[in-house]
Every structure is written in C-alpha cells, then in structure tokens.
C-alpha cells in the first residue's frame, strides 16, 4: 500500500486549502484513513479519520473547520480545510489503517504553512 499526499502549500490566515492522498492497491474502501499532523518539535496527532463506513471523527482543534471525505471509486481520501490559522502550520499526513490485517501505512506528508 502506497499513500500520495498532495495539496500542501502557503496559506493567509482565513484561508482555505484541500489536501488529498491517493492511495493504491486493491480493497481501498475497506480501509479506515485518517489524516495527522506533525509541527515541528511536537508530537504526530491526529487531525480527522474516517471509517469504511464514512463515519468521522476530529480533534477539538479542528471542528468546524475542517472536513475529511472519501471517494472509495478514486482511492482518494481528501481533508478540506477551513479558517486556517498559524498554529495548523505542520506537516500533514496521511495514514490507513486495514482492519483485516492490522496493518497500519503511512504517507510522506505534505506541508501546510499559514502565515498571519
């Protein structure tokens, strides 16, 4: 399994960005994605997940703002964000987790910068 995160870049404060991860081989939908983050000197987190069944879950930090989707025909798993600001500058990453092998892959991240 291979994940291709892409979408990163420089962002004002206010403003929007769409990250997505492409992910390959077979079974995508069966597979729970989520999406963390990383800032520098800081611990990995998680940022959004969602299950095969399309049930979400957020960080406090990011409700309201931020909305992961998938689309099981695209092998895409995409987080739309929102009302960025500085301190959601970081890493972004994206992981899958397959339950019938417990399994976990991860991504090689995409940077998001919010300037103020």
């Known amino acids: 399994v291979q994940l291709q995160a892409s979408g990163g870049g420089l962002v004002q404060v206010g403003g929007s960005l769409r990250l997505a991860c492409a992910g390959s081989?077979?079974?995508?939908?069966?597979?729970?994605m989520g999406w963390y983050r990383q800032a520098p000197g800081k611990e990995r987190d998680l940022v959004a997940g969602?299950?095969?069944?399309?049930?979400?879950k957020y960080a406090d930090f990011v409700k309201g703002r931020f909305t992961i989707s998938r689309d099981n025909a695209k092998s895409t798993v995409y987080l739309q964000m929102n009302n960025l600001k500085p301190e959601d500058t970081a890493v972004y990453y994206c992981?899958?987790?397959?339950?019938?092998?417990?399994?976990?892959?991860w991504g090689k991240g995409t940077q998001v910068t919010v300037s103020s």
């Open positions: 969602i299950t095969s069944a399309t049930t979400t």
């Open positions: 081989g077979s079974a995508f939908s069966g597979r729970r």
């Open positions: 992981n899958a987790f397959v339950p019938l092998n417990g399994l976990e892959y």
